[in-house]
């Protein structure tokens, strides 16, 4: 996300200070993400991305285990050639740091990772390492956290010298269940069809990627534990009893990995400290929302930056007017896709037809109705693709 926002503001004249390794890239091992395809747009008019490596969504098919009821949402609704696409979070970021050097002066690239910062009256004494362990210091007027709130996002005392001393809060909710994530092939292929299967377990994502599905499977977490170490065949026996043979025979699953479920929500960093992206929010996977949101994040910041040169980006005023102008997009997605998660979470039936239990067949109902009225799914697939504060 730092990357994005550091390209966003030199486009528009505004000098940055980048402290990121960006040359080894992420160590996030096989993490696919969707991308909406104004997210796509937006990356790609930062950096070339090439196409080989996002795959196009052109359906998005909805529908629960054993239990009736689906939704379809085909791109060509909107007009478009797809609703978004599916690129690994390494390819992505590697292709927007190609090049990072060549927006300088306005953006100042400083190899290494931060590890602690002072906020003072009109600035921020930013303390950050380099990749040859070299410790130094830069001043700047505005901190951005973008680093995922995986090292320095964290609880800090950001007070200046001399002010009340605060402490940013953080609202975490658990929902007791972790992601396997890996590619695996089908026998009948993607088709550029997305699927959301949900089942009394979690929902499965399987994301065109390649030849290959990109699969995201929400379990409850000892269970995400024991199967990710299975044995292939015990793997595939269980993704098929839990999804179902709508695409045949699974095949040749790569390596897997477990990701916790949680979602939080966090309070602003603090006096000139500013988070964005999974800094500042983490959600369910659900609805793959979460760097959909952070790119608006970062994009709102950058026209916010831009519509005042003149203005201190880290006064109280302008952190204060960006959080409000990003509340209502950040309240309306991560409580959509917290309560998506746990609606069709409760009351999975174990049978379809007069098997499936009473919360399954309504839902199956609203499915169906979703699916036979185009403004209602135009209207939920463009909120996807554009945000809470999208006009209709």
Not at 15 to 37: H, K
Not at 97 to 112: E, Y
Not at 205 to 213: N, S, V
Request: glycine residues 10%; charged residues 20%; positive net charge.
């Amino acid at each position: 996300m730092g990357l994005v926002l550091a390209r966003l503001l030199a486009r528009r004249g505004i000098r940055a200070c980048l402290i990121a390794p960006i040359e080894s890239g992420p160590n996030t091992g096989f993490r696919p993400i969707a991308l909406s395809e104004p997210s796509f747009a937006l990356c790609e008019s930062l950096a070339p991305i090439d196409a080989a490596t996002a795959t196009p969504i052109k359906t998005v098919h909805v529908s629960q285990r054993n239990a009736p009821g689906r939704t379809l949402m085909h791109a060509t609704e909107h007009g478009l050639t797809a609703l978004g696409r599916v690129i690994e979070l390494a390819d992505l970021s590697r292709q927007l740091a190609a090049g990072i050097d060549t927006c300088a002066p306005q953006v100042q690239h400083l190899s290494g990772v931060v590890t602690d910062w002072h906020a003072e009256a009109s600035s921020v004494r930013v303390s950050w390492e380099g990749v040859d362990g070299t410790a130094s210091e830069v001043t700047v007027r505005l901190l951005v956290l973008a680093d995922g709130g995986k090292s320095v996002a964290r609880e800090h005392d950001t007070a200046p010298v001399g002010a009340r001393r605060t402490t940013p809060s953080t609202a975490v909710r658990d929902f007791g269940q972790a992601a396997i994530v890996c590619a695996i092939r089908s026998e009948r292929g993607h088709r550029g069809v997305a699927w959301e299967r949900f089942t009394a377990d979690g929902p499965i994502a399987l994301l065109p990627h390649g030849e290959q599905h990109a699969l995201v499977w929400t379990l409850p977490a000892g269970k995400a534990a024991s199967l990710v170490g299975t044995d292939d065949a015990r793997f595939i026996a269980a993704l098929t009893e839990a999804f179902g043979t709508d695409l045949g025979r699974f095949e040749s699953p790569g390596e897997r990995q477990t990701q916790p479920i949680t979602s939080r929500r966090s309070s602003a960093g603090g006096h000139r400290v500013l988070r964005i992206g999974n800094a500042a929010q983490t959600l369910h996977p659900v609805a793959g929302q979460g760097l959909n949101l952070g790119l608006r994040d970062a994009l709102v910041l950058a026209l916010q930056a831009a519509s005042d040169p003149l203005a201190d980006p880290g006064s109280a005023r302008f952190i204060a007017h960006y959080e409000r102008s990003r509340q209502f997009d950040r309240r309306v997605t991560l409580g959509l896709t917290d309560a998506l998660a746990l609606v069709f979470r409760f009351g999975t039936g174990t049978g379809a037809g007069p098997g499936a239990t009473l919360p399954a067949r309504v839902r199956g109902i609203a499915l169906e109705l979703l699916d036979r009225c185009p403004p209602a799914r135009r209207f939920l697939a463009r909120r996807m693709m554009l945000g809470a504060r999208a006009i209709p």
